[in-house]
């Protein structure tokens, strides 16, 4: 069992587009070693909250937060904050797989190269290796690494671009709906890569498919209208949820 450490501490968090309000008040623990699912209808805030967790909504016109989002205590709306640090420390997995038109093994290079963590060519063999290997990619890719990250698989490439996110040792990964692309058989890969990595990172991942969240998270929040409904035991949110909205959207009455 792995100890569960609090990472991200959101307190009453509001997300503004323009005069329209997307979040409401918004209140989340993020800690290691835990899944943390965010459910909900499509429109509900999700994806827009999951974005403040790494300032991605920085880079949408007319977006504003207020509240406190909290990585190991440090404000990272903080005027000092060096947000290409914060990306790297909380990564990010898209809905559709965007590897970079380079080769694998260019693919996984990027961030560490960036970062200067790598002292040699030795020094990023390993860390690229280390990368596909816990993403659960080495294997297939390893004596085709100069092909191009385009050419794999829909599956491959959303394995790809979890093996390029933590190749910078982030410590949070946030993933964006990472299996709504894939056929069943690549989501079950990556369900079980989550599986694995929540061994070493705070993982919080949105989908739109209750079965999942059901199967890979500990805990999950259900968002509805840019609020928080429900937050809590991911078993107990859907075996005995306690507000009725909750119980209404996991038994299909709407969503």
């Known amino acids: 069992m792995t100890e569960q450490k609090l990472k991200i501490a959101a307190r009453n968090v509001n997300v503004f587009y323009g005069a ?7 209140s989340i623990d993020i800690s290691t070693g835990v899944v943390t699912a965010f459910i909900g209808p499509s429109g509900c805030g999700k994806s827009t909250f999951l974005r403040t967790l790494n300032r991605m909504n920085d880079t949408i016109a007319g977006c504003r937060v207020e509240g406190q989002i909290a990585l190991d205590g440090q404000d990272i709306y903080a ?19 965007n590897p970079f038109p380079k080769s694998i093994y260019e693919n996984v290079a990027y961030g560490p190269r960036i970062h200067g963590l790598a002292g ?32 794999l698989s829909g599956g ?3 394995r790809l671009c979890i093996a390029r996110a933590i190749a910078v040792s982030p410590e949070v990964i946030l993933m964006d709906e990472p299996c709504s692309a894939l056929d069943p058989i690549a989501t079950a890969r990556i369900e079980e890569l989550i599986d694995d990595l929540k061994e070493r990172y705070a993982i919080v991942i949105v989908t739109h498919s209750m079965q999942q969240a059901a199967r890979v998270s500990q805990r999950t929040a259900f968002f509805h209208l840019g609020t928080v409904v429900e937050y809590g035991v991911t078993e107990d949110i859907f075996t005995n949820p306690r507000e009725e909205r909750t119980k209404d959207y996991i038994t299909g009455r709407y969503g």
């Open 156 to 158: 491959q490439q959303q």
């Open 20 to 26: 329209k309000q997307a979040i409401n008040d918004v």
């Open 79 to 97: 005027s000092g904050m060096d947000v290409v640090e914060l990306r790297a420390r909380v990564g990010m997995v898209f809905q559709k797989p």
């Open 120 to 151: 040699n060519k030795a020094d990023m063999d390993a860390i690229v290796e280390k990368s596909l290997r816990r993403a659960g990619l080495w294997d297939e890719v390893k004596d085709r690494l100069a092909e191009s990250g385009t050419a």
